[in-house]
């Protein structure tokens, strides 16, 4: 059986997707990425190999922040055009809009006809990223998940900076005035969301369907606040984390195999 295999090296997170010859998913999984992207990627060669998956059935696509880290790739691809792929074989849509919020980045991403049409990208610094959820958690000692269960509770609070450095010099006066952590947690999702907001607002999505990938799509609170953000249903399901490796492993169904 032919099969095409897909790895998404992400700054934190990397994520290996095998897809069958209809489509279906037949593995994915995801592991840190730790220091080192070429020691992630032979860690995923070799449990691939344990799996039973070769390669020689069919090709291998690397795409992602380490995607040259991949020397076993037949061919790497811009996380871009994979995620545009994955996620509309996921959702089953050809015209629609991706939030895709990642560890280091942010991806708003406009979809027309299958294809990309246009798309727009935050800083690593800023506010609008995984990464900086995860620094203001641990600025409030608590669990992403938890400060997600906290920020459905509170309210009143804003967070102006859009840096992450700056930003947690906000919540830490904010902790340091006696203010509630459930109200920080409310200003710090509500960050991430309104940066979302102005990026998307670059973009002309004509009011198209918009799907939520990346590491926060299995944050409820999250998707909700982005709903209310943009008047219109943001939907996700927890395959959406792994959009971009099965975009990756769609386009490895083009390559022939040796």
Known sequence: MRYGIGIDLGSTCAKTVV??????????????????????????????SKKGYTGTESGIVATGYG????????????????????AGRIFGLTDFGIIDIGGQDTKVIAVRAGSVEDFVMNDKCSAGTGRFLEVMANTLAVTPDELCRMAAEGSGVRISSLCTVFAESEVTGLIGRGEKRENIAFAVVDSIVQKVKAQAAR????????????????????????????????????????????????????????
């Open 19 to 48: 897809i069958g010859e209809s489509g279906e998913f037949l593995e994915y999984w995801l592991q840190p990425t730790g220091w080192s992207s070429v020691e992630t990627a032979e860690a995923i060669r070799l449990e691939l």
């Open 67 to 86: 995607r040259v880290s991949v020397p076993f790739a037949n061919k790497s691809v811009t996380e871009i055009s994979c995620h545009a792929r994955g």
């Open 203 to 258: 973009l002309a999505l004509g009011g198209r369907p918009l799907v939520l990938t990346g590491g926060l799509c299995g944050f409820e609170y999250v998707r909700t606040s982005l709903s209310e953000a943009f008047g219109q249903e943001v939907i996700t399901v927890p395959e959406a984390r792994y959009a971009g490796a099965a975009g990756a492993a769609l386009y490895a169904f083009a390559i022939r195999p040796v």
